[in-house]
């Protein structure tokens, strides 16, 4: 078969955009027996930023079989990340039991694309959708798209179901539901760029060679240092849109500017070292963004086309790889009679929701650290770290803030504050010594969260077992937002799971 054919006149099931979430909700739809087209503008491999990835990464791809891929290809390995929240801190550090990766996404995502194939999706390159058609009968369900090649060929393909995964362009999102909200806190530019030659985090230790994260010191924003494969480390700025050093820094040359950026990190041109730079700037503005709905009649929107949120948490592929899921498995449900399609579309709206809302609240309770640097209240007096867990207000982290009434802005507050301290700086040499004295069971990894209460009353005056407690606690947290048991298989909106068994994907009622 032709590596870019044409698209036909149609198809069962239409897929728009040959990225992370668009070839993974193509490819579980594929492997389900269904057919599918998927209609990419660009041809692969094609430059993409969001290179440092979450450990669900890796279930999340052994899921539809493309893992071992990913895993012999060479990808950095990614054991955890260091994170410097505040420059009067030591940094702290999050270990992550199941190993993610750094990637090259223009060769990652052609390897997501690539295996889509063998699974059976019929994928066309260079091909742009230039408008969606919808039925006449009913105004609210789309039917068709017109599309135009890059050598000038234009057609139009019909289909019973849409995956809108179009990217930041986001067409059904933009053009037509027009629903796209950007959210005003974090309005941030990023630029970054690319540097051969530079150091490695904690050398010859369990950490080394992990991504490193920064506050800047004048409290604008962070930056990023992610080591790749290919003997380059990407390095990156966040600042707000509302800084001063932009307005002031916009007669610079791009390259003046993000030097000046890079220099607010002390601990990442530490890092870099005598490091070269060795392109092109880049840049990125108006990131943050979600939409009212992201599923309607016949149709479910994606990954970055539905919603994105700032890169802090490594999040973008992760979202994704779960809005593809969820767009793959209420589909099926809806064509097998799982479910009627207005339940299927109620689940992929709350499903997408509730993934960016957990990310969301984490990433302003880091911004709130990052941004007020000097403040006790984000810190305890004398705790020289930024552990906590979030052992209540379980309903709001889970997105209750988008469906729930009752939710008020104090209990949104509180949980943002609750996630500016979940960077731990503990080390294992203090956990090993601590749990000598120390009950196990508050040690246990899959114990429950503890209260703060909780926490007080085992410690008492022990501070160095307070933090590690705190670090404890932290990571069960954590885990809420990528854990893939926990995403997937047991998590129950509006009566409905993921029913993830292969030839029967889909959704399970509760108590069927």
């Known amino acids: 078969m032709s590596r870019n054919p044409l698209p036909p006149s149609s198809t069962r099931i239409l897929v728009i ?6 070839t993974y909700a193509a490819t579980a ?19 993409h930023i969001g290179e440092s990835l979450l450990p669900s990464s890796r279930s999340f791809l052994g899921f539809i079989g493309a893992a071992e891929k990913v ?62 058609i919808f039925s006449s009968e009913d105004p609210a369900k789309p039917v068709a798209a017109e599309w135009k090649s890059t050598h000038g060929t234009t057609g139009q393909i019909s289909f019973e179901w849409l995956v809108d995964a179009s990217g930041r362009n986001g067409i ?25 030659g530079g150091g490695t985090y904690a050398k010859g230790t369990s950490r080394e060679n992990a991504p490193w994260f920064e506050a800047l010191t004048d409290e604008t924003g962070w930056a990023w240092f992610i080591p790749l494969h290919n003997g380059t480390v990407s390095v990156g700025v966040v600042i707000s ?26 601990g990442l041109m530490n890092l870099l070292g005598d490091a070269k730079f060795t392109g092109q700037i880049k840049s990125a503005g108006d990131y943050s963004y979600s939409a009212s709905e992201y599923a309607g009649k016949n149709y479910r929107v994606a990954g970055d086309a539905a919603a994105f949120i700032d890169p802090l948490f490594s999040s973008g592929v992760h979202l994704a790889f779960s809005t593809g ?33 957990r990310f969301l609240l984490a990433i302003l309770g880091v911004y709130k650290q990052i941004t007020s640097q000097e403040s006790s209240a984000l810190s305890d007096v004398n705790e020289d770290n930024f552990d906590r867990a979030f052992a209540f207000l379980r309903p709001v982290i889970l997105g209750a803030a ?5 939710v008020t802005e104090a209990m949104l507050q509180t949980t943002i504050d609750f996630f500016s301290h979940v960077v731990g ?70 009566g409905f799971s993921v029913a993830l068994t292969w030839g029967h994907l889909g959704l399970r009622r509760d108590g069927v």
């Open 425 to 494: 700086v503990t080390t294992p040499e203090m956990h090993d010594v601590v749990s000598k004295r120390l009950d196990p069971v508050l040690m246990a990894p899959n114990g429950p969260i503890l209260t703060h209460k909780a926490v007080a009353d085992a410690t008492g005056q022990d501070e160095e077992a307070k933090q590690v407690l705190w670090q404890i606690n932290s990571k069960k947290g954590l885990d809420v937002l990528y854990d893939w048991e926990n995403d997937f298989r047991q998590e129950r909106l509006n």
């Open 17 to 22: 955009g040959g990225g992370p979430a668009g």
């Open 172 to 196: 059904m999102s933009t053009k037509y539901l027009k629903n796209r909200r950007f959210n005003q806190v974090l309005r941030n530019v990023a630029t970054w760029g690319y540097w051969s």
């Open 241 to 266: 849109e509302d800084s001063n050093r932009i307005k002031k820094s916009m007669q610079d040359s791009g390259e003046t500017h993000y030097l000046t950026q890079l220099r607010l990190a002390p």
């Open 71 to 132: 895993d012999k290809y060479g990808f950095t390995v990614k054991v955890g990340a260091a994170l410097k929240l505040n420059q009067h801190k030591r940094e702290g550090y999050a270990d992550f039991d199941i190993t993610a990766w750094n990637v090259v996404r223009s060769e990652f995502d052609e390897i997501l694309l690539r295996h889509a194939i063998e699974c059976g999706v019929i994928v066309h390159e260079e091909i742009c959708v230039q408008k969606i």
């Open 29 to 47: 739809l594929a492997r389900e027996g269904f057919q599918v087209h998927l209609l990419e503008k660009d041809v692969f491999p094609r430059y």
């Open 402 to 406: 988008d469906t729930d009434a009752t």
């Open 325 to 357: 899921l969820s767009a793959a498995s209420t589909i099926a449900a809806s064509i097998r009679g799982h479910c009627t399609e207005a339940e299927a579309i109620l689940f992929h709206n709350q499903k997408t929701s509730t993934s960016y809302t």
